[in-house]
């Protein structure tokens, strides 16, 4: 079935620093990818939706200069979170929608980012 | 606004049936799907269907969706131990458009031995 990559599954950074989050889609081309943000034992928010070759749309109270989403290809996007801060500490999952019956969306395993 | 709402646990006993139900407020909704997101791990879709549709079953799964109520309902029999997660209801518009899954808390499904 379709698989979605998400890399890293962890990582660790100081405050002030930048990481990247990587999210392939393996099989399968995504000309759309979402990224979500999950505080623990709360639903998923979505923070911002990526088409390929074009700017993300960002949700409404996510600032998109501290959260640099990049859309390449048509099974790559990636999350930068710039400046990260310890409240940035989450779990962040993006997710690929397929052209397949139901515009079925398929999830990455998600990454752990701890602020330090 | 847009709104899911899903209990937050449920306690079964292994062997028994497990229903977990879903409510949701946008008429215009598409699409229902069904995750299960296990411990620290990343979301899998077990199923999905469409607003005009009324069930759907796969394997030990059920989907039964009222559309008249905004109510969707996952059925999983014979609940094994493996079956301890979260479940997530969403729901999405048509495609086209590049929206995103609006989800419910998750339910988070318990099973004694």
């Known amino acids: 079935g379709a698989v979605v990559s998400q890399h890293p599954s962890r990582v660790i950074c100081k405050s002030g620093t930048s990481v990247k989050i990587e999210c392939r889609s393996l099989?399968?081309?995504?000309?759309?990818m979402f990224w979500y943000r999950q505080f623990p034992k709360q639903s998923l928010m979505l923070m911002a939706t990526?088409?390929?070759?074009?700017?993300?749309?960002?949700e409404q109270g996510v600032e998109k200069d501290k959260f640099l989403i990049n859309h390449a290809s048509l099974t790559l996007s990636t999350l930068t979170v710039t400046s990260a801060h310890p409240e940035d500490s989450s779990f962040y999952i993006c997710?690929?929608?397929?052209?397949?019956?139901?515009?079925?969306?398929?999830f990455g395993e998600g990454s752990w980012l701890t602020v330090v | 606004g847009e709104d899911v709402e899903q209990s937050l646990f449920l306690s079964v006993r292994e062997g028994d049936s497990s229903v977990i139900n879903c409510t949701y407020t946008?008429?215009?909704?598409?699409?229902l799907y069904w995750y299960k997101q296990e411990p620290g791990a990343g979301l899998q879709l077990l199923t999905y269907?469409?607003?005009?549709?009324d069930m759907k079953q796969d394997q030990r799964l059920t989907v039964l969706l009222n559309k008249k109520d905004k109510h969707l309902s996952l059925r999983i029999a014979d609940t094994q131990t493996g079956d301890s997660a979260i479940y997530f209801c969403?729901?999405?518009?048509?495609?086209?458009?590049?929206?995103?899954?609006?989800f419910g808390k998750g339910t988070h499904l318990i099973i004694q031995p």
């Open positions: 997710s690929a929608r397929a052209v397949a019956p139901g515009n079925t969306i398929y």
């Open positions: 099989d399968f081309q995504a000309t759309t």
């Open positions: 990526s088409n390929e070759g074009s700017k993300a749309t960002y």
């Open positions: 946008d008429s215009s909704s598409t699409y």
């Open positions: 269907i469409f607003s005009n549709m």
């Open positions: 969403a729901e999405s518009k048509e495609g086209g458009g590049a929206d995103g899954l609006t």
